[in-house]
């Protein structure tokens, strides 16, 4: 019945055992409760698990490759994914926010004269004119970290990675954020410099690794995101990305906005509907013939095998319903849909518990439902 679902696919050189991947997720948990949650995902039947923002510098949140505990902690992960017949793949990303302008925000954060939401619109607003006043010798050696945080990310365990298209790459790339006047800066043919940079670091250090690429595109009339590219720029950072080295796209929606736009809600105006993001891979599948992700509110399976049957996508990211319930794949491959725990896409313990720093989790498992 699922034939598309449950059939392997060659992600631009890495075998799937089938066409399911759990997206990258920032968890907020403690690293040995991420571990075992990632463990109880993996054992649930999905192909891959894409670790999220997997620092490409010394420093960053959660744990890094260049430290021994960190890269232990990403070993014992990949061991246990391993395991369980999941392949990894780690997101590497370059944190965009102006720390200064972070710690000027703090002591209003922490009298509650700024409320987190609203830290977070202070971020954003900062992100253009610290990426355009980033010196060129400082850009030209974040984009070179990327590729021996690939070799490390090799080194660990992990089998793919993906360059992160909307933290510092999305800012680049982004007309909105980006007013530099060198080559970095301009129009889309120099705006796409720093994320090709980072991809040529990568297949330079790991010349066999795939190189996944998670494209973020920025919506306009109305406006929807603040990162990443418009529709109409596509046709330039696609080809350009692909000679690169990118073996594959992750497409969805561009980020610096309001977080319920990205991780939207079953009653958001605009993305409350399933695959709420795949006519953004319709743009992305008429420029290239590498395989590409679809991610947005997907549960149902019927839907996301007629998406894979027609070629529209090749494969589906999931985060909140294999969070909801990890076993979707092995209950669709054992013809036991009838049996999945449904995201209702509420998004009260999953982007609640995240905004409340107490970590992701699932109203099924909060007996909030």
């Known amino acids: 019945m699922y034939q598309y679902l449950t059939s392997p696919l060659d992600y631009g050189g890495l075998t799937l055992k089938n066409r399911v991947i759990f997206a990258p997720t920032t968890l907020g948990l403690p690293p040995e409760t991420q571990l075992e949650r990632l463990r109880a995902i ?9 670790v999220g923002d997997v620092p490409v510098g010394k420093g960053g949140f959660g744990p890094s490759l260049y430290h021994r505990k960190g890269f232990d902690w990403f070993r014992r992960l990949a061991d246990a994914v391993h395991e369980e017949g999941c392949m990894l793949c ?5 944190f965009d926010a102006d720390w200064k302008a972070m710690v000027r925000h703090l002591p209003g954060l922490m009298t509650g004269r700024i409320s987190k939401s609203q830290l977070r619109t202070l971020l954003n607003e900062a992100v253009g004119p610290y990426i355009t006043g980033l010196p060129a010798r400082k850009v030209r050696e974040i984009t070179r970290s990327f590729g021996p945080a690939a070799a490390l990310a090799r080194q660990a365990g992990f089998d793919m990675v993906q360059v992160h298209g909307d933290r510092m790459c999305g800012s680049f790339s982004s007309s909105l954020f980006n007013h530099r006047t060198d080559g970095y800066g301009g129009g ?38 603040n990162a990443g590219v418009t529709e109409e720029e596509l046709p330039v950072f696609v080809p350009l990305l692909e000679a690169a080295g990118v073996t594959s796209f992750h497409v969805t929606l561009a980020d610096h906005g309001d977080l319920s736009d990205t991780i939207p809600p079953a009653a958001h105006p605009a993305f409350g509907g399933e695959g709420c993001f795949l006519p953004l891979c319709d743009r992305v599948r008429a420029l290239t013939d590498k395989p590409i992700c679809g991610v947005g509110g997907l549960t149902d399976p019927d839907f996301i095998e007629a998406q894979l049957r027609t070629g529209r996508i090749q494969c589906v990211a999931m985060s909140r ?5 990890p076993n979707w794949p092995n209950k669709v491959l054992g013809k036991n849909t009838e049996a999945i725990r449904r995201c209702v896409r509420c998004n009260r313990a999953c982007l609640g518990g995240m905004l409340a720093h107490r970590g992701v989790s699932c109203i099924y498992e909060r007996n909030e439902l």
């Open 42 to 50: 993996a054992a649930g039947g999905c192909a891959m698990i894409i």
């Open 90 to 94: 780690a997101q590497l990303h370059q």
């Open 188 to 225: 889309p043919e120099e705006r796409v410099r720093f994320a090709v940079e980072a991809v040529e670091a990568v297949r330079a250090c790991a010349p066999d690794l795939p190189i996944d690429y998670k494209l973020a595109v920025r919506l306009e009339a109305p406006h929807y995101g």
């Open 321 to 325: 319903q294999l969070i909801a319930d």
